[in-house]
């Protein structure tokens, strides 16, 4: 499974930039490896199912918890 690299926006409004994809040495699970683009620009990994996963609003609709932009 792959996604395409550049700037995402999650479902609550901040930015962030898909840098590479990686695979855990033990599960061979993907992750995403994705900076903030707002603060000090921190590195983060999610597991790409979850990155790419739908999330339920309070008001029940469903959307992307990351959106590419």
Not at 49 to 57: G, N
Request: glycine share 8%; aromatic share 14%; net charge negative.
């Amino acid at each position: 499974m792959q996604i395409e690299l550049g700037r995402y926006k999650h479902y609550k409004g901040a930015e962030y930039e898909v840098i590479n994809l990686a695979r855990h040495s033990e599960t061979e699970q993907w992750h995403v490896i994705y900076r903030q683009c707002y603060g000090d620009e921190g590195l983060w990994i999610r597991p790409l199912d979850m990155f790419i996963e739908q999330v339920r609003l309070e008001n029940g609709q469903q959307i992307a918890r990351f959106a590419k932009i």
